[in-house]
């Protein structure tokens, strides 16, 4: 029996294919192109780049030192749609994006879409990246092209049908990519800025949200944990319920930000250890605004 969840995307692709304007109607138009584009301050675009944690992914696997800054790629991400291949993202005029203008880096970070018009799939955060500011995309952009070139080249995605088909992200681009913030703003700065950082450039909810159906994130689970998207274990909750981080103060979150010890004095582990040594290269503020979000969210129960 063909899973509901196949049936599904498989009615899904199918409308993208048999209706003409679907792609039209789904797909954004990007940045407007004319003008000068932001200029960008690298320095400033190493944090962003920390932020995001750039590297864990973009640098080559088991990566050491000054090597997590060679974003060559390849990493493989397994999924229950395929598996999906880390692009190489350095500025090699070729292999990488030192062809990209600004405007390219901009729309797919912010829109999923690729230079030469193709819709990127989401296992590239950029439902969270479109939350990012336009200063914050053109420093990070001009940091990125202050490291190594690599010209390697790596293999394409191995997905089935229907999720090799392109034109069907059109469709769930419509019904999961909203700049939008998740939660109202508090007014409180330091909770603001740490929900622009998880809700943004951090995409937290990446992995501490569970995924609907179609791969989409479930916004009422906001941060509630669930299966790893990678088939892996499981990703725990950071809301602030008494079965998840309730007990914790704000200042015990952003010391573990910090130096991957908990309250109990127990160490971070998996992808969290590489998240840690991102994040506690941060100013202490980020840190702070981080813990402070997370203690301002809805308590959800772990599921």
């Known amino acids: 029996m063909i899973p509901l969840r196949r049936i599904a995307l498989i009615l899904?692709?199918?409308a993208g294919l048999g209706v003409a304007g679907a792609l039209a109607l789904t797909r954004p138009d990007g940045h407007a192109r004319?003008?000068?584009?932001?200029?960008?301050?690298?320095?400033?675009?190493?944090?962003?780049f920390r932020i995001g944690g750039c590297a864990s992914c973009h640098a080559p696997e088991d990566a050491e030192g000054a090597d997590k800054l060679v974003l060559s790629g390849g990493l493989q991400l397994q999924s229950d749609f395929g598996v999906f291949t880390v692009p190489n993202i350095s500025p090699h005029p070729q292999a990488g994006i030192g062809g990209w203008s600004y405007y390219d880096f901009a729309d797919a970070m912010r829109y999923g879409v690729s230079p030469d018009g193709r819709h990127y799939y989401p296992a590239f955060?950029?439902?969270?990246?479109?939350?990012?500011?336009?200063?914050?995309?053109?420093?990070?952009?001009?940091?990125?092209?202050?490291?190594?070139?690599?010209?390697?080249?790596?293999?394409?995605?191995?997905?089935?049908?229907?999720?090799?088909?392109?034109?069907?992200?059109?469709?769930?681009?419509?019904?999961?990519?909203?700049?939008?913030?998740v939660l109202s703003k508090s007014g409180d700065p330091l909770i603001d800025r740490g929900q622009y950082l998880v809700e943004g450039p951090g995409h937290c909810g990446a992995c501490h949200t569970p995924r609907g159906p179609l791969g989409g994130p479930r916004l009422e689970a906001w941060l509630a944990g669930g299966p790893n998207p990678e088939g892996k274990g499981s990703i725990p909750n950071i809301t602030p319920h008494q079965n998840a981080l309730g007990?914790?103060?704000?200042?015990?979150?952003?010391?573990?930000?910090?130096?991957?010890?908990?309250p109990d004095f127990d160490s971070a582990g998996g992808s969290m250890v590489e998240v840690i040594e991102n994040l506690a290269k941060l100013p202490a503020e980020d840190r702070e605004a981080i813990a402070a979000y997370l203690k301002s969210v809805p308590a959800i129960a772990p599921e």
């Open 34 to 48: 004319d003008g000068a584009p932001p200029e960008g301050d690298a320095q400033a675009g190493e944090r962003v």
């Open 12 to 14: 899904i692709a199918l």
């Open 247 to 262: 007990g914790w103060s704000a200042g015990d979150i952003a010391y573990y930000l910090e130096s991957g010890f908990d």
């Open 125 to 181: 955060p950029y439902t969270y990246y479109a939350r990012m500011t336009e200063q914050d995309l053109a420093d990070l952009f001009a940091y990125i092209r202050t490291l190594p070139e690599s010209a390697r080249v790596n293999a394409a995605h191995d997905l089935e049908f229907p999720y090799n088909i392109r034109a069907a992200l059109g469709l769930w681009k419509g019904l999961n990519l909203d700049p939008a913030p």
